[in-house]
């Protein structure tokens, strides 16, 4: 009965099971922070997604902690984490390659270019 009772304080009770979305969030954050740099489009799909899910979960972990484990919820926060740095990181670099095409738009336009 002791045994039980030491479980239940951290979280870690029999039959928790892990958060249904901890895994993909992870591999959707790390995704979204790799894939930053294509366009800053991909990075950004993914990190929206990856951050949609973790909210799911998250919501669900806070209704019933003791039913899940604390290695997926530790998984859900830094999917977390690393969705929203992917999002800053890849609509930062989308905001330059549109700065980029609109310089090099307004170059063309003008004939500053020489060759085009």
Known sequence: MENNTLDNNFGNAQGAVALPNSTAVLVLGILSLVMC???GI???ILGIIGLSMAGKDLQRYKMNPNAYTISSYNNLKAGRVCSII???????????IIIYLIA??????????GGF
């Open 37 to 39: 740099f294509c366009y």
């Open 104 to 113: 090099v738009g307004s170059m063309i336009s003008m004939g500053s270019l």
């Open 86 to 96: 992917g999002i800053i990181l890849s609509g930062l670099y989308f905001i330059i």
């Open 42 to 44: 991909i990075g950004l």
